[in-house]
């Protein structure tokens, strides 16, 4: 039931929008309706795991991104690499993205949220995280220029956030927003936790694309809410086995509701990102949701995981 009235909510807030886009044909001209950059969080792979998986989720998710001929940006969590006899081999993972073209970003070193962790602290870590993606990118010639919070967490109050934000900028950094929050992280570790039962894994992945179809459609409602428009997506995905085998069927899902994808800079083109923005506490959220509550309009709950996925993860 909750399902259906986010999807009727969604519908009565797109009829303010233009009439709805079609799948980009292959080969079209023209400027495409709806626009999205894929950001993909916690580099090397997310929630540690053994070397070998991460060679093997690097490799593949590479490879779907490749297929799905899709500009991605990863962030990196520097605190990954450093296992005794492993750097080596954890860098190298880093530097076949880089290879591939993709643009790496800092997401810290040890992962830790602004709401509880002291300033000076999460500066501190920022910094540490820093230096081997830094120099990776050096080596093509590009730079470290963006940086995303770990659980989209800006601050435990306004001047907390505006302090780091501030300081961010003097450090050359552009803060990476999120218009597509989302629980895929939820439906990656019932992946994880189903290894080896091929058909459980797959009804996992059906269930993981027919989720973000829904957040699309919540998040485009609520873009169209706002702006009168939908302006350029930001997606949140995890460095993770769910992606590794799926990303490539994702990016069709989303180019059959008419997206054509974009690189991070290109998006944050968009006028909308430089909306005010004065949310601040605990939850990490879409910046669709906080510029809603910036300006004081009412939010409808977001889309939540399958019960059942939510069951396999519980445990």
């Known amino acids: 039931m909750m399902r259906l009235l986010l999807l009727a909510f969604a519908l009565v807030a797109t009829a303010a929008c233009a009439q709805e886009p079609v799948a980009v044909e292959e080969g079209a001209t023209g400027t495409p309706a709806r626009t999205m950059a894929i950001t993909i969080d916690d ?3 997310g929630r540690g795991h053994s070397l070998a998986h991460q060679q ?20 990196v969590n520097e605190g990954k690499l450093h296992v005794d006899d492993q750097r080596d081999a954890r860098v190298d993972l880093l530097r076949q993205w880089v290879a591939a073209g993709h643009p790496l970003g800092n997401h810290t070193y040890g992962h830790p949220s602004l709401f509880n962790t002291p300033l000076a602290d999460y500066q501190a870590d920022v910094i540490r995280g820093e230096p081997i993606t830094r120099a990776l990118l050096a080596e093509r010639g590009d730079s470290l220029r963006y940086f995303r919070h770990p659980y989209l967490n800006t601050g435990p109050d306004l001047a907390t956030k505006q302090a780091v934000e501030s300081w961010l900028g003097g450090r050359g950094y552009t803060i990476a927003p999120v218009t597509h929050d989302n629980a895929e992280y939820l439906y990656a570790l019932a992946y994880d936790e189903a290894a080896g039962d091929d058909s459980l894994r797959a009804r996992i992945a059906d269930a993981y694309l027919d989720y973000m179809d829904e957040t699309a459609v919540y998040y485009e409602a609520l873009s169209c809410q706002l702006f009168g428009r939908e302006i350029a997506g930001i997606l949140l995905l995890h460095a993770n ?8 069927r994702l990016a069709a899902r989303f180019r059959a509701r008419g997206y054509a994808f974009t690189t ?14 004065t949310y601040a506490g605990r939850a990490g959220m879409s910046w669709l949701q906080r510029w809603a509550i910036t300006r004081g309009v009412g939010l409808t709950p977001e889309p939540t995981p399958h019960d059942w996925i939510l069951a396999l993860t519980s445990s």
């Not at 490799?59 to 991104?65: C, E, G, K, N, S």
């Not at 086995?241 to 490539?248: F, I, V, Y």
């Not at 909308?272 to 923005?277: C, I, L, V």
Request: aromatic share 4%.
């Open 43 to 45: 580099l090397p792979v």
């Open 56 to 75: 093997r989720v690097t490799r593949d998710l590479l490879a779907q991104i490749a297929s799905a001929d899709v500009p991605v940006i990863g962030f």
């Open 241 to 248: 086995a769910l992606n590794a085998d799926h990303l490539g």
């Open 264 to 277: 991070l800079d290109e998006a944050l083109e968009d006028p909308a990102y430089a909306s005010e923005d």
